[in-house]
């Protein structure tokens, strides 16, 4: 048995990681963290933890590893307890990229083909159909080509939409046009007239979706966000909006989560909001990758998804 801890800022969900694993992987002696506990266990090595209490950390200074359920994990490194020494593991898919993948189909596709003005012609009683964008007038930049902004990029390309993907270094995929670096940024987003943000947060992302930087978009251009709310500064979108630059936003992450009911973004006519559901995370399917990157670390075999501290993902 190896004994595990799970740590979530919500009760329920640290209740449904504990009902899999002990239908699916009996082998994981698992516990919910509870700060009022009189001690911690003291031979628990490994978490598995989503948006963890701070406490967790400093009541349990012995953990050697601990597993996001997700590919976010900046809650993790903005833990002043953390210790240097503990090593955190990402999922690099567990399920996500497949349905974010979907999303972005269904927000492009519904934009493109002017599947919205089917509705306002139902309620008139009018059988007309709507001009359509063809597929090849537009040109899909990406932000981020880790595991699940490569699968949406490939998804779109075998679709024939022209995509583009930036990121920090280089990399290359099959029908996908490659930028990196600062310097090609400006390029990659002046020839973007559909914005997709799949970055990991960092200091060095944070707020980079911004006035300046979506200034650089075709006059009409689309953003969409299913990154983290931290990577867009709100008021500078709304202006962009208002000032007809950006014709539309799909935002499915906000800066505060639940977005506060006095919020803009809910009555803006060209935002669409959904509540971050574009990839809800397979709990069998993390679990059992949790596992398997388990047993390996804790026989000295190299794992894929550690964190490297210094870049945040």
Known sequence: MIPVVLASESAAAAQKWLKVIEQHFPDLDAHIFDPQAPSPTPDVRAAIV????AALFARYRALDLVFNMGAGVDAILRQPEIADTTRIIRLEDAGLANPMTEYVIHYL???T???GVYEQHRESRLWQGAEQT???H???GIMGLGVIGARIAQALSALDYPVQGWSRSPKALPGVRSFHGEEQFAGFLGSSQFLINVLPLTDQTRNILNRNTLGHLPKGA???????GEHLVEADLITLLD???LSRA???VAREEPLPGDHPFWTHPGITLTPHISGPTNHYQAIRQIRGKLQDALQGKPISGEVIRDTGY
């Open 250 to 252: 799909v935002l499915d």
């Open 113 to 115: 083909r002017n599947f």
């Open 222 to 228: 689309v953003l969409m966000n299913i990154g983290r």
């Open 50 to 53: 989503w948006k963890p209490p």
């Open 134 to 136: 063809p597929v090849q």
């Open 109 to 111: 596709s519904g934009i």
């Open 243 to 245: 000032s007809g630059h």
């Open 138 to 140: 537009c040109t899909i």
